[in-house]
């Protein structure tokens, strides 16, 4: 068998492929790294794969020894080329030319899950969209167990941080509100052809099986939340007038006190949970007005 290096050389010389950066292609090339991916992803037979950005199909293959299906979705038509050469021979694997938002995920697990149990998102993500597509993959409410992706290190940093931590922002709560997040495993950008600016983390997000903290309404929550990171110098009673949702000061300043916090703190400070408290007295407030 060769390595991952030898096989990414040899289809990029092949098919005279040059990484397209502005769809973030950055091929990994380390045997060990894919081993820890597939490792964390603890994926068996009875498992149906969906893998974001397969590229030339370097963890794909492994996805494919080691799942019931693998369902692999790529934006980059020369990379579907490959793919489609590459791996003819399975009949458990599906791929799409499609970009990842757009695509309804919510059908195609449908349409596919047949008599598989579980299903799990495994991926080398493209950095450029890297928020959009695990905002897409919580929001969308799927019936997924894990998601286990290559980010670049600042996001895995921001992600995994506790609420109120320094490194934390609007993601860390939007994350923890949905699942459990952990570092998996530092990855040098030596990793990858061509090497990225920037290091990387492997990172695993096991979906909760209802969201961490009661709420009356989520759009209030998130918008509160992303107010109060927009300008985080900034106190939590000018993140909420930021919002728009309310724009008496003297109201948000009661509603802060009446949850038992400092009218002047900021709202990097606050907990999931006062963030939820919050959400709700300021969503019971607006709806009595
Ligand atoms: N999985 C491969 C690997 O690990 O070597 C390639 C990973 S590379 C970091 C990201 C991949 O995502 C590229 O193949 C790129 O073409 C693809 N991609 C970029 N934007 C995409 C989108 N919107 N939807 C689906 N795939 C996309």
């Given at each position: 068998?060769?390595?991952?290096?030898?096989?990414?050389?040899?289809?990029?010389?092949?098919?005279?492929?040059?990484?397209?950066?502005?769809?973030?292609?950055?091929?990994?090339?380390?045997?060990?790294?894919?081993?820890?991916?597939?490792?964390?992803?603890?994926?068996?037979?009875?498992?149906?794969?969906?893998?974001?950005?397969?590229?030339?199909?370097?963890?794909?293959?492994?996805?494919?020894?080691?799942?019931?299906?693998?369902?692999?979705?790529?934006?980059?038509?020369?990379?579907?080329?490959?793919?489609?050469?590459?791996?003819?021979?399975?009949d458990n694997f599906i791929l799409l030319n499609q970009d990842i938002l757009k695509v309804d995920l919510k059908k195609l697990i449908k349409d596919n899950i047949s008599n598989l149990q579980?299903?799990?998102?495994?991926?080398?993500?493209?950095?450029?969209?890297?928020?959009?597509?695990?905002?897409?993959?919580?929001?969308?409410r799927l019936n997924i167990e894990s998601i286990t992706v290559m980010v670049q290190k600042e996001v895995a940093d921001r992600i995994t941080a506790r609420p109120g931590d320094k490194l934390?922002?609007?993601?860390?709560?939007?994350?923890?509100?949905?699942?459990?997040?952990?570092?998996?495993?530092?990855?040098?950008?030596?990793?990858?052809?061509?090497?990225?600016?920037?290091?990387?983390?492997?990172?695993?997000?096991?979906?909760?099986?209802?969201?961490?903290?009661?709420?009356?309404?989520?759009?209030?929550?998130?918008?509160?939340?992303?107010?109060?990171?927009?300008?985080?110098?900034?106190?939590?009673?000018?993140?909420?007038?930021?919002?728009?949702?309310?724009?008496?000061?003297?109201?948000?300043?009661?509603?802060?006190?009446?949850?038992?916090?400092?009218?002047?703190?900021?709202?990097?400070?606050?907990?999931?949970?006062?963030?939820?408290?919050?959400?709700?007295?300021?969503?019971?407030?607006?709806?009595?007005?």
């Amino acid at each position: 068998m060769q390595s991952s290096l030898e096989d990414t050389k040899f289809i990029l010389k092949k098919y005279k492929i040059t990484a397209n950066k502005k769809l973030g292609q950055n091929f990994l090339i380390d045997d060990e790294v894919i081993h820890n991916i597939v490792e964390a992803s603890n994926i068996n037979r009875n498992d149906l794969v969906i893998e974001i950005g397969p590229g030339l199909g370097t963890l794909t293959s492994k996805l494919l020894e080691n799942a019931g299906k693998v369902i692999a979705i790529e934006l980059d038509k020369k990379m579907i080329t490959i793919l489609e050469d590459r791996f003819k021979l399975y009949d458990n694997f599906i791929l799409l030319n499609q970009d990842i938002l757009k695509v309804d995920l919510k059908k195609l697990i449908k349409d596919n899950i047949s008599n598989l149990q579980k299903v799990k998102i495994v991926a080398n993500l493209p950095y450029y969209i890297t928020t959009p597509i695990i905002m897409k993959l919580l929001e969308d409410r799927l019936n997924i167990e894990s998601i286990t992706v290559m980010v670049q290190k600042e996001v895995a940093d921001r992600i995994t941080a506790r609420p109120g931590d320094k490194l934390s922002g609007a993601i860390t709560y939007s994350v923890d509100y949905y699942a459990k997040a952990e570092k998996i495993v530092f990855v040098d950008k030596k990793s990858f052809i061509p090497s990225p600016e920037v290091d990387s983390e492997v990172i695993r997000l096991t979906i909760r099986e209802k969201p961490k903290v009661e709420l009356l309404d989520e759009e209030t929550f998130f918008k509160i939340i992303k107010a109060s990171f927009m300008q985080r110098r900034k106190t939590l009673i000018n993140g909420i007038m930021n919002s728009g949702i309310i724009k008496d000061k003297q109201k948000i300043k009661e509603i802060i006190e009446g949850i038992g916090l400092d009218a002047n703190i900021r709202g990097e400070k606050l907990t999931l949970e006062e963030f939820a408290n919050l959400s709700n007295s300021v969503y019971k407030t607006i709806s009595k007005s």
